[in-house]
């Protein structure tokens, strides 16, 4: 069934266990998330980020994951991943997404706060939840770049005025992950998460969490994670399946051949982080 952002990530927030966001940009992306979230019996958010919107357009990732979740025995969320135009947002909302992200990290505090305000004026007033960000997470994804040295771990006094301002359901913080493939091993600051949990009674979001260890990503979710975003450990199964077809079967010309094992792989990466994230059985 189709819920809000908030359905889901209140009830995680309040009993302390993490929900994957996983990007879609495909049918078969969708079916593998789908498909994990029903075999776990687990909550899940569908999340098109930039470039997925670019790649299958609004109305056809709209249409997609919400038939999904209309069809799924699960409760599941479609998300805006790192939206940053407020046109395009509401958009997002006339077409059915339960949940968008407005991401002004880039923009000067109070510049962040007002969009923010914004968008949380217009989604609550037609039920969708709202995600911010505060702070500036490193990494690429899609049309988003923060090189290294401009990367700034997420104030917690300024996030307890940031979430006072807005009102925001969620809040996206940058606490050492980094978007894409990891050069190093992540290093994450943990006291952080704690501090900034215990000033804030809203879920809070990692990003960039593809390449984290179980270890640390568990963590993160029992020191005040709630929504831990996945897309770059799909986007490996996905590519990896396909190589090791056709470098088995490299005269096969039917797509449904190739990317029924890129689905399958995808799916067993998808539940298996819906029980470290500790969302298996909670639907
Ligand atoms: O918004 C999406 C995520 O932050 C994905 O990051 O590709 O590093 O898993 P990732
Ligand atoms: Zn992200």
Redesign the pocket.
């Known amino acids: 069934m189709l819920v809000t952002g908030n359905e889901i990530l209140q009830d995680a927030h309040e009993k302390g266990y993490g929900v994957g ?1 996983f ?1 879609v940009n495909n049918m078969e992306i969708v079916q593998a998330i789908i498909e994990a979230a029903e075999e776990t019996n687990s909550p899940v958010i569908l ?1 098109a ?1 930039q470039g997925g919107l670019k790649y299958g357009g609004i109305e056809y990732v709209a249409e997609l994951g919400k038939l999904a979740a209309k069809n799924a025995r699960v409760p599941v969320a479609v998300h805006l ?2 939206g940053t135009d407020f046109q395009q947002i509401m958009l997002c909302i006339r077409h059915g997404f339960s949940s968008v992200m407005i991401d002004g990290s880039q923009l000067e505090l109070e510049d962040n706060i007002a969009i923010t305000k914004k968008v949380v004026e217009v989604a609550h007033a037609v039920g969708v939840s709202v995600e911010a960000e505060l702070g500036k ?1 490193g ?1 690429t ?1 899609d049309n988003i770049s923060v090189d290294e040295k401009s990367a700034t771990f997420t104030d917690p006094e300024e996030a307890k005025y940031f979430v006072d301002e807005t009102q925001v359901d969620s809040l996206a913080i940058a606490v050492g ?4 493939v990891y050069k190093g091993e992540p290093d994450l600051d943990f006291d952080r998460i704690k501090t900034i949990r215990n000033k804030l009674d809203i879920p809070l979001v990692l ?5 984290v260890s179980d270890k640390d990503i568990e963590k993160a979710i029992s020191l005040g994670i709630s929504k831990v ?5 799909l ?1 490996i199964a996905f590519t990896d399946a396909i190589k090791d077809f056709l470098r088995e079967d490299p005269d096969n010309i039917d797509p449904r051949k190739i990317l029924a094992p890129a689905r399958e792989a995808m799916k067993e990466v998808i539940k298996e982080k819906m029980n470290i994230f500790g969302s298996a059985g909670r639907a």
């Open positions: 966001a990007n999340q980020s991943d790192h997470i990494g994804e992950t980094a978007h894409g990003h960039g969490s593809s390449g975003n996945i897309d770059t450990d986007r």
